[in-house]
């Protein structure tokens, strides 16, 4: 063996509790710069978003737990280092926001998922006993057509019995099965904090993988792996 560091492609693993909020934006042309990378978080309103940013940020208060649902219609970004970012964006689905507003905002997103250059992924949160509902078809829909990839959280799985959770986990699965390596499941509970380790390792792959730059020759350096960090997720790391 070589003492040479190791040459990876990867940056550093990210230490999610040190998210902070960066800004709101009310469209895309008001997004912070479209530089570095950055995964978003979406779902129907009361899925379990901002108690899963909250968990995966151990940090109560940076996404607020939504006292009216689809009222805050705004796309809220926070850094986790200079170049990454998570993007809480607003819920749909809620049966009292208008029409217009509800317009506005299908294409808000769809033109979010569809143009950020900086969007490496999305992850899509669903009730685990109410996945799939045609707002969650939608997002689906256009994750694919701009080939982004997507990751299904089934949330709040501490509300069924293992036998249920594991069927729905695998009806999902087989719903997702033809967009291939692009998506990914599994369950979720932010109240007994299953399934953080897994989410935690997607969003690591996501926000650390540079070879997307490669293509693009936005310059970013290969990175030089000097060996600190064998277990990327350690929480020392
Ligand atoms: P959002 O509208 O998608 O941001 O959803 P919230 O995070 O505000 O959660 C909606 C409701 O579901 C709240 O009453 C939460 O306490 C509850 N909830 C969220 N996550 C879980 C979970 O993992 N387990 C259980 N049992 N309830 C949850």
Redesign the pocket.
């Known amino acids: 063996m070589s003492n040479e560091p190791e040459i990876t492609n990867t940056l550093p693993p990210i230490k999610f509790r040190f998210a902070e909020f960066l800004q709101s934006a009310s469209a895309l042309t008001n997004a912070p710069a479209d530089t570095g990378s950055e995964v978003a978080f979406a779902?129907?309103?009361?899925?379990?978003?901002?108690?899963?940013?909250?968990?995966l940020t151990q940090n109560k208060k940076l996404?607020r737990?939504?006292r009216t649902?689809g009222r805050t219609q705004l796309i809220n970004f926070f850094t986790l280092s200079e170049t990454q970012r998570l993007v809480d964006l607003p819920?749909y689905g809620y049966a009292k926001v208008p029409l217009k507003m509800k317009k506005e905002w299908n294409q808000h997103l769809e033109s979010y998922l569809q143009r950020r250059q900086s969007l490496r992924g999305l992850v899509l949160?669903m009730?685990i006993r109410h996945p799939l509902t045609e707002g969650d078809e939608q997002m689906i829909g256009w994750a694919a057509t701009a080939s982004m990839p997507i990751h299904v959280l089934l949330?709040?799985?501490?509300?069924l019995k293992r036998g249920p959770a594991k069927s729905t986990l695998l009806s999902v699965k087989a719903r997702l099965a033809e967009f291939g390596d692009l998506a990914s499941v599994q369950l979720?509970?932010?109240?007994?904090k299953d399934g953080l380790r897994e989410l935690e390792v997607k969003l690591n792959g996501w926000l650390t993988d540079q070879s997307v730059f490669d293509d693009a020759g936005e310059g970013f350096e290969k990175q030089i792996n000097d060996g600190d960090a064998k277990d990327p997720l350690s929480p020392d790391a």
């Open positions: 779902g129907r309103s009361n899925a379990g978003k901002s108690s899963a940013i909250n968990t996404a737990t939504s649902p819920g949160l009730d949330t709040k799985a501490d509300k979720f509970s932010s109240l007994k």
